[in-house]
T-cell receptor, first 115, second 113 residues
């Protein structure tokens, strides 16, 4: 099956701990994105990557880090510097090139909870 | 319509009726729009898109209307079914490379039997 997978579905973080959320796609898309979703709010962009080994900060990058070593993978690390990490995290991808004017397809999401 | 805070606007419709969900967008320069459907605990699912050179686009049971004069987008769902119950939100393309979409918080559609 082609698509975007995220794991785990639920993730628990202890105070002071870094945690990493996985995102994998087999759509051969160049561009990948991480969003945060809070109740009653629109998605907010954390980081995006247009191509392997390159990524850019989004609107709310503080307390997060990413890497893009492979085209298929774009993991997101929530660091201890992120003081309010509880949210639903969504990964998306698009064909790229004219990134931004292409449809973004989303993964199933990871819900992060703080213990 | 749009809202802030924890509570999304809710639209309740009878099964079989048509639904109209509205979205006001912010940037008159936006030239690409998408409607997504999001079921509880799941990722958003693409429904339909429209570019600013069009006023209307139809899909299977769905129609998107774009009124650029008043910066308004609507999603019409024909013969609404229980499986249509979800949160629907619009996304506008702001035209900036990379940081390109602004997402509305959504409207919750509840289909009554």
């Amino acid at each position: 099956d082609g698509g975007i997978t995220q794991s785990p579905k639920y993730l628990f973080r202890k105070e002071g701990q870094n945690v990493t959320l996985s995102c994998e796609q087999n759509l051969n898309h160049d561009a990948m994105y991480w969003y945060r979703q809070d109740p009653g709010q629109g998605l907010r962009l954390i980081y995006y990557s247009q191509i392997v080994n390159d990524f850019q900060k989004g609107d709310i990058a503080e307390g997060y880090s990413v890497s893009r070593e492979k085209k298929e993978s774009f993991p997101l690390t929530v660091t201890s510097a992120q003081k309010n990490p509880t949210a639903f995290y969504l990964c998306a991808s698009s064909i790229g090139g004219l990134a931004g004017r292409e449809t973004q397809y989303f993964g199933p999401g990871t819900r992060l909870l703080v213990l | 319509g749009e809202s802030v805070g924890l509570h999304l606007p809710t639209l309740s419709v009878q099964e079989g009726d048509n639904s109209i969900i509205n979205c006001a967008y912010s940037n008159s320069a936006s030239d690409y729009f998408i409607w997504y459907k999001q079921e509880s605990g799941k990722g958003p699912q693409f429904i339909i898109d429209i570019r600013s050179n069009m006023d209307k686009r139809q899909g299977q049971r769905v129609t998107v209307l774009l009124n650029k004069t008043v910066k308004h987008l609507s999603l019409q769902i024909a013969a609404t079914q229980p499986g249509d119950s979800a949160v629907y939100f619009c996304a506008e393309n702001m035209g900036n490379y990379g940081q390109n979409f602004v997402f509305g918080p959504g409207t919750r559609l509840s289909v009554l039997p």
